[in-house]
């Protein structure tokens, strides 16, 4: 049959189908308009009234693309492959994960109800899955030959050499509706949307995602210029540019204590004494002007303190070392693409900053400063970093209401390589003026934030990406005194104890004397 003919039958049966269809699809009419609608719009053409907030947007289902398929490039998913991506939800986007909310039959009558916005799927049928062969073992030399083969496809020109989305390529990319879009972060496979899995990646690989500029390698295949194994090995090399585990997220930052000075370089090894301390951030969406699509999305901490300095080194991933003219064009389409607007001209470049904030004094009890900026009760004290102006301290007591700090003793180096920026803060323990400034101390947990800009995707101002409170605790120094033996520590223990009990009955002794 000739295209024309398979489309003019097709026609026919959508139309003798279309009744009965109605009916099946009438369930998953109510679910949709009631749960995805906002995103993806009554009619499915991707527009609901939140969309413009986001980045990459929500899909259109009229046009029959999808990206994570187990299809052929250009295929249509298969139903399986709807029910996965609904109940998983895309990682790293706005699309949330259903398993928990609906029962399998909802699900079924929702994938029912989106097939039915495009007249692809009765055209043309359901589509066949691909094979997937085993994946073979990865050892160490199987991973080189992934790491030959990304360099020889040139994955690299947009995902960049060590994989953190910054390829000479990224700043041009765009999906098949024109949004900017990005070439993803293969350091981070938490935020795959298809999954972070080697067999996750190997499918991504083999079907491409339709609609983005992430293209099928299935052809290499086909035409013999690699094996079916060769890809397994280079879907295993990706994985491995990811830590093994997501980051643990955890309240306290331990910062070690060093005996002789703190480090001030990046690269310095005494940073491996300690491990690194992830913080995730959001856009911050509470005051105006919000933002939906913050380019930074978590920070790498590790503190170290030798009992005078305190030093801080924060790691995260930025595509781009703003201000760079070659992102500039990327900054106008993310300004069109993601409402409102941000505040600055998109025409002028602006730089990548990191402000992390403190209470200008430690608390006495659980009372923290408001986590943005602070207000006129309770003001914060700010160490500001930006790449066109080094480091300096602000104070602040308000989102908006930021003053530089004169003086102080705050210093900092930074560096942009690969993908990541790496800034070390280091300043004397003790502060120089305490009436703004906070002096720190060692043995107590001190509320620590962080707020991060990408000058790049047009953040300046409220338009950032922001923390919840954490806390920092400078170690104790190990005590000088010789060594103790447990059951000297025992006994001092239970002496203190006794020493408490003693005190207590002695205040009830007082106490009832008194009455
Ligand atoms: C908060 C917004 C939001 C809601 C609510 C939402 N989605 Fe999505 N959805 C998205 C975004 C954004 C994408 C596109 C992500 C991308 O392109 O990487 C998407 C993509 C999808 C896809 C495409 C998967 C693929 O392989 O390309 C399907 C299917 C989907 N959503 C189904 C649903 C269904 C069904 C519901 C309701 C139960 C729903 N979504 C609710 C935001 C949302
Ligand atoms: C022309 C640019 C381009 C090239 C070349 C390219 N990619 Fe991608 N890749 C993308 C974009 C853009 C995305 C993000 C798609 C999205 O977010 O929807 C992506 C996404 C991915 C993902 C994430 C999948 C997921 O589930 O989110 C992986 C893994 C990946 N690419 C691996 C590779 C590998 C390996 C190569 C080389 C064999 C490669 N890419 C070549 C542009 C490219």
Redesign the pocket.
Known sequence: MTRAATIAFGLALWWIATPALAQDTERGRELYDRWCAECHGTDGAGEGSAAAYMM?RPRDFTTGLY??RTTANGELPTDADLVRVIEDGMP??AMPGWESKFSDDEVRDLVAYIKDFSDFFELFGAPEPLEFGDRPGADAEALAEGRR??EQ???W???GDRGRGD?P?APT?Q?DLDFP????D?SENW?????GRVQ??YR??RTG?DG????S?SDLIDSGFMTDEQMWY??AY?RSLSPPERPRVRDVIAARRVEGRVPAAADDSAWNAVPPYYVPLVGQIIEQPRWFAPGVDGLYIRALHDGATLALRVTWHDPSQSPDPDWLEWQGWVAETVQPAPEAEPTALLPDRLVVQFPTAIPTGRERPYFLMGDSRRPVYLWEWSSDAGAHEAWASGLGTRAPLDGGDLSAAAEWEAGAWTVVFQRPLAAADTATTLSFRSGVAIPIAFFAWDGSNGESGAQMAVSSWYSIYLEEPTPKTVYVSPVLAMLVTAGLGVLVVWRAQRREVEGSSQQ
């Not at 879009?181 to 993803?184: F, K, L, N, T, Y």
């Not at 935020?191 to 999954?195: A, D, K, L, V, Y």
């Open positions: 990459p990206q994570i790293g986007t083969l990304y496809i040139e994955c020109k947009c995902h390829g390529s990319l999906d879009i990005r070439a993803a293969l935020n795959f949307n298809g999954g996750d990646i991504r690989l995602m983005t500029p992430m293209p390698f280079l879907a990706v």
